[in-house]
């Protein structure tokens, strides 16, 4: 498989700062969800112990058929499922207690039925725990996603179906911080070549590569500067109630 960096691994060193950035709101997610649950977007599994623990029973859905042939070897007792979404077409109304989708809604095209399928599937008075990138911290487009959000705008999309949204957010610790104002620097560095803004003006599917390509190289890059990159932890990543100026939303919508 190709291995692109919006697939962050746990085992490529220069990958630890975001995958320990991802980690953490499954750390959080696992004390809050019980019951029957359901991942939308689970990816290679990166909770999976996590949510399998916490919930009476666990249901992955992703695109990639390969990943839930492995997850559902891997984890018998739990229910995966390949398909595109949304709809979640193979799912019943009012089903699951929680619903986790963490990193997934930017690269929904439709993401309002997205929303509205999410609250179809949850049961009355089940939760939703959705996570993405605040785009205020975002240092270049990426076009892997579809599209980024503004706290205020998420909330809204939200509260078309959800009654009770409550807005958190995913900051880090100084050391984290340091390493994202590194990593701005070096961002800066690298677009500096871009005189005609080709990023924005491009189509996305052109710029995954050359994205890819560079970004590699600069966490790469941040990796030798002085270490910081591998000394990062989960725990070095915190709950936030102010949103706007997290580096990520963590969005708990209640039915």
């Keep these: 498989m190709y291995k692109t960096t919006e697939i962050t ?3 490529i060193a220069s990958d630890n700062p975001v995958h320990q950035r991802l980690l953490f709101p499954y750390v959080e997610a696992a004390q809050i969800v019980s019951g029957n649950v359901l ?14 623990k916490a919930a009476s029973h666990y249901t992955g859905i ?3 058929e390969e990943l839930i042939a492995a997850l559902s070897a891997e984890y018998p007792k739990s229910t995966f499922i390949a398909a595109n979404i949304p709809p979640l077409s193979k ?5 699951f207690d929680y619903i986790v989708t963490f990193q997934v809604i930017e690269h929904i095209q439709n993401d309002d039925l997205f929303i509205k399928e999410a609250h179809r599937v949850l049961k009355p008075g089940g939760k939703l725990l ?3 990138v605040n785009k205020t911290f975002s240092l270049t487009r990426n076009p892997w996603h579809v599209r980024e959000y503004y706290a205020d705008g998420l909330k809204a999309l939200i509260g078309n179906y959800f009654p009770t949204v409550h807005t958190r957010g995913i900051h880090g610790n100084g050391k984290v911080m340091t390493y994202y104002e590194q990593n701005k620097e070096s961002v800066k560095k690298l677009t500096r070549f871009d005189i005609f803004n080709l990023q924005y003006r491009l189509p996305r599917r052109l ?5 890819d390509l560079m ?6 890059r941040l990796l030798q500067a002085d270490g910081i990159a591998a000394e990062i932890n989960y725990t070095d990543y915190l709950v936030s109630n102010d949103p706007a100026g997290s580096l990520d939303f963590f969005y708990i919508a209640t039915k």
């Design 9 to 11: 691994s746990a085992e």
């Design 62 to 64: 992703d695109k990639n």
């Design 215 to 220: 970004n590699r190289l600069n966490r790469n």
């Design 207 to 211: 710029l995954q590569v050359p994205y």
């Design 130 to 132: 959705l996570t993405t």
């Design 91 to 95: 799912l019943a109304d009012n089903t």
């Design 39 to 52: 991942e939308i977007g689970c990816g290679w599994g990166r909770g999976l112990e996590l949510l399998t």
